[in-house]
């Protein structure tokens, strides 16, 4: 199984820009997608983008859409969130995840990381 670790979160002001990046370790030999979710206080998780394994396919969150870009780097075995024109409510903990690839429509992962926190301020 996929191990992931997330870091780059921050305090940020409105309108600026971050980058979170998703290490993965264990078996990264197999083909996985990494999925990106966040977490406000007092709210569920809910899904923000998720990358294939071959980086050719793309999901976003309509909240999220031509604000955030997904990517990955397989010879790094790390993925990454770039988050620009960053809004209040954008604030919340960003979570990485891994999974076995299938359709990206599909939010249910078996890895997750710890999670890391970006804050927006006004």
């Known amino acids: 199984q996929v191990q992931v670790a997330e870091s780059g979160g921050g305090l940020v002001q409105a309108g600026g820009s971050l980058r979170l990046s998703c290490a993965a370790s264990?078996?990264?030999?197999?083909?996985?997608?990494i999925g990106w979710f966040r977490q406000a206080p007092g709210k569920g998780r809910e899904f923000v983008a998720a990358?294939?394994?071959?980086?050719?396919?793309?999901h976003y969150a309509d909240s999220v859409k031509g604000r955030f870009s997904i990517a990955r780097d397989n010879a790094k075995n790390t993925g990454y969130l770039q988050m620009n024109n960053l809004k209040t409510e954008d604030t919340a903990v960003y979570y990485c995840?891994?999974?076995?690839?299938?359709?990206?429509?599909?939010?249910?992962?078996?890895?997750w990381g710890q999670g890391t926190q970006v804050t927006v301020s006004s």
């Open positions: 990358i294939s394994w071959s980086g050719g396919t793309t």
């Open positions: 995840a891994a999974r076995a690839p299938r359709s990206l429509l599909l939010p249910m992962y078996d890895s």
């Open positions: 264990g078996r990264t030999s197999s083909m996985f997608d």
